[in-house]
């Protein structure tokens, strides 16, 4: 079956993920030296670290964990022709999470060695956070769910005011599950970081809902740590002066999601492009430093510069590995602050607004693209033409492309379409593999 439909970028940003920042020009040292791409036992789509572990989620349900670095992976759950499995996510030492395609959701309660499958949440899960095994929180297109009984039954956040403020905050940047009675949304008006935001926060298991603001701070990312709520990015301060006033890194903690305190630990190492990507494990504060200023005084790890490195990391204490094309791996080891003149890491984005609207054909899921290139040579827009090979689990096999200005251009776009990943598409009830026409549109700086 071809599908002969054109479907632009504003579409895709309308429904699903796009970049919202420059991309790392093509000229330049491409080498990663001390990083390794190790062989893995089916293409991964979610990292995670636990421990002393690194773990990985992809395709046929696939689970899969590395106790030496990155180097070498093992298979712990896996089902011949199933589901993505796009989240993977652990709630200290022993309970783990992981969900994806057609509302897929698995959990273990032993570290990881056995993966319990539980009933369907009603949508591909686009984000997810469980506190254990019975109570957790996900998003899927057209929702943000949460169940009390192990996805038995799923019921939609509502409380006061949080249609409205779903209508008016519709991209879902972070979930956080702390346990039984706590669990908060972190949601923003755009899908990029720097986007205003608010916080739909239960303490009752769901019962009721409410949002909360931060005055005079916009923030990055949201996550759980020791039993806590953080929050980091800039807050402005000094408005009154003349002039106005300007921003500054903060990191916020709340045991209950209502009273946040900001941390008085130390966040220079942010610097003025501010701390990004931050998990329970750190925040990177550039291309090679990870600083963790939540578990007491801050620290950090650093890992060989790579211009390649992606929001989408994970880190033990000797080994950090982050998902781009391929998966990368390399050593880290305890460092001093980082200078401030090193490379800023890509901005995270948000998944698609709830409830946005469907375009005919085929559905992406992510569909992430450089919108914007730096280039020594060359300027202007252009449109490129894709032709995607799509396979029956709604992952994309082979691309062809056509308009692009330059070789290497050609290459980084084709490289991007195939990380997309599609709904599978059903026809007469069944899966069938797919080729999609599409075009995009990008636009070429030429640098100085």
Request: with cysteine.
């Amino acid at each position: 079956m071809t599908t002969n439909r054109f479907i632009w970028v504003a579409l895709l940003m309308a429904s699903f993920v796009i970049s919202h920042q420059l991309a790392f020009g093509l000229g330049g040292d491409t080498t990663n030296a001390g990083w390794i791409t190790p062989d893995l036992p089916f293409r991964a789509f979610g990292v995670a670290g636990n421990g002393t572990t690194l773990w990985v989620c992809g395709v046929d349900e696939g689970v899969a964990e590395s106790t030496d670095g990155g180097a070498h992976w093992e298979t712990k759950h896996s089902t011949p022709n199933g589901d993505l499995l796009l989240n993977i996510g652990f709630n200290g030492g022993s309970f783990g999470f992981a969900a994806g395609g057609g509302g897929l959701l698995l959990t273990t309660q032993d570290g990881g060695k056995t993966w319990v499958s539980h009933p369907r949440a009603p949508a591909t899960i686009l984000q997810i956070s469980f506190a254990d095994i019975d109570h957790g929180l996900i998003r899927t297109p057209d929702a943000l769910l949460f169940t009390a009984d192990g996805g038995a039954t799923w019921s939609a956040v509502a409380g006061t005011n949080t249609a409205e403020t779903l209508r008016a905050f519709p991209y879902t940047f972070s979930l956080v599950a702390l346990d039984s009675a706590r669990m908060a949304a972190m949601v923003k008006v755009g899908t990029a970081q720097y986007e205003a935001q608010a916080f739909l926060v239960t303490d009752d298991g769901g019962k009721s809902w409410q949002r909360i603001d931060i005055p005079n701070s916009t923030l990055y990312s949201f996550f759980a740590s020791r039993g806590e709520y953080w929050a980091v990015g800039t807050e402005v301060i000094h408005k009154e002066q003349k002039g106005g006033g300007y921003g500054v890194p903060v990191a916020w903690h709340s045991t209950d999601g209502s009273k946040w305190t900001r941390s008085i630990n130390d966040l220079s190492a942010c610097g003025p492009e501010m701390c990004v990507a931050c998990t329970k494990q750190g925040c990177l504060a550039n291309d090679r430093t990870i600083t963790n200023f939540v578990d007491g005084p801050t620290n950090y790890l650093t890992v060989p510069s790579n211009p390649k490195l992606t929001p989408k990391w994970a880190a033990t204490q000797t080994a950090m590995c982050f998902l781009g094309p391929e998966l990368e791996c390399s050593d880290a080891a305890s460092a001093v602050a980082p200078a401030a003149s090193e490379k800023p890491v890509p901005a995270t984005v948000s998944v698609g607004p709830i409830g946005a609207n469907k375009s005919e054909g085929p559905q992406c899921i992510f569909c992430e693209i450089d919108k914007m290139i730096v280039d020594p040579k060359i300027q202007g827009p252009y449109m490129i033409k894709l032709s995607l090979h799509i396979a029956t689990n709604g992952t994309v096999t082979a691309v062809e492309s056509d308009g692009a200005p330059t070789p290497e251009i050609r290459s980084r776009i084709e490289k991007q379409a195939q990380q997309w990943i599609f709904e599978p598409y059903i026809s007469d009830g069944a899966r069938v593999k797919l080729n999609l026409n599409t075009r995009i549109q990008i636009f070429v700086i030429r640098s100085r």
